[in-house]
């Protein structure tokens, strides 16, 4: 079976521990693979290993670096197939939207940031005839990134191209329900001439690992991605030792539909938004609400669209639904129907276990579940169980649907369907959220700004600013 490695320094290497920990093909509920359960003393290797990396490469001309970011993307490309399948297979995904997204996506990462890094301008500031201040910007030095297993790949690579291209080294960490990507991912760096130590991956668990990267005093920054409850014990490990912090955590998203809006496309695309990824993306919509002049309608489509998605084995083209990421997960979204239920709500669809034949006949796979009848107030609609549970609730008026998007605790993303211009430019304005999709959903422009409002996080930025969180800024003043 097959063993994952470290990526430290260089080189493949196994844990210090010589402890393994067993990886699950989720569709099959069967053990395919081992990660390293890493510790303390991996992550102090990885952070010697880029600490004596790090003036080499932050000196290297921005060009030749680069070259070498651009490298990796183009061998991302080259073995987009393999890279789906692998990402398939280890998180349960359809291998169709792994193809089609998360790896197209982690190249868009390194060439966004590769060629970006070659673009930015320096600040300087003119104080009339006394002085002229100039501002530099210089990479922080060894970056901390840990990101969770839902889009492995993609949200790997979305937290270390930006801290490469901005001249830091970076010690990584993939979720431990992931790793395997990550591992793939090591091996094109290698085949790139990425230059030993730049960046060391250790695989293993959050709070060994992720724990030991953020209480690292060589690691000066950390860019997390993952759960809100896992972004608290961050902050309060990093803050006091004063370590820059960039935040990306969970969301309670709504979808507010008016009665105006283009109705095949308003319901194909929330179909789309509610339930890819098994609804395990952190920007899918969890909460429809309706113009209620459309809400029976809405209903009726949605659920019967929902009835009729295929789920299935991951690596059939058809399927539209793989398997949940872990039976742990599949359960805490189960256990979300039963409190659906404890709250009123009706179950207008699915909830249940779906047993697929063959291969996947242990896998974690759910019927995608559609809720009504349940108050914007209730723990249904207020936490995030990211999995395919949607709620639908109707509204009567402007004010009172922006009331109900902003009333959880989160801020990550909302999308408004409406034909109206003026309104959907004023309900955008009032959400607390940090993305706004117009009668669209999931388009991403690099250049702009990512992350959430509220509980879903902190450090927004966009494009080449993005690396300004890998970097300090210091300004010089010059009497003239
Ligand atoms: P998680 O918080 O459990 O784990 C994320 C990563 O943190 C993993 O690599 C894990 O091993 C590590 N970790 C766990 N405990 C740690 C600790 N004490 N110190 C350091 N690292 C630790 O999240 P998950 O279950 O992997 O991912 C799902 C969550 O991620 C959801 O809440 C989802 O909304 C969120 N998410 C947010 C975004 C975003 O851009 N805002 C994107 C994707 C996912």
Known sequence: MQQISNYINGQLVPPLSGNYLENLNPAEGKVYSFLPDSDERDVEAAAVAAQAAFLSWSQMPLAKRAAILLKIADLIDRDLEGLALAESVDQGKPVKLAKSVDIPRASANMRFFATASMHVAAESHLMEDEAINYTTRTPVGVAGCISPWNLPLYLFTWKIAPALASGCTVVAKPSELTPMTAFLFSKLCMEAGLPSGVLNIVHGLGKKVGQAIVEHPMIPAISF???????????????????????????????????????????????????SNQGEICLCGSRILVERSLYDRFVSEFVKRT?????????????????????????????????AKQEGG????????VKVDGRCASGYFVAPIVITALP????????????PVVTIMPFDAEEEVIAYANSTAYGLSATIWTNNLKRAHRVAHHLKSGIIWINCWLLRDLRTPFGGMKQSGVGREGGWEAMRFFTEAKNVCVKL
């Open 346 to 353: 009706t179950i207008a669809c699915g909830g249940e276990r």
């Open 225 to 275: 991605t993952g759960g809100t409850v896992t972004g608290k014990t961050i902050a309060a490990t990093a803050a006091p030792m004063f370590k820059k912090l960039s935040l990306e955590l969970g969301g309670k998203n709504p979808n507010i539909i008016f009665a105006d809006c283009d109705f095949e496309e308003a319901l194909s695309t929330s179909i789309n938004s509610s339930f």
């Open 376 to 387: 914007q107030s209730c723990r249904t609609n207020q936490e995030e169980i990211f999995g």
């Open 307 to 339: 009835r009729a998605l295929a789920v299935g084995d991951p690596l059939n083209e058809a399927t539209r639904l793989g398997a949940l990421v872990s039976e742990g997960h599949m359960q805490k979204v189960l256990s979300y129907i039963e409190l």
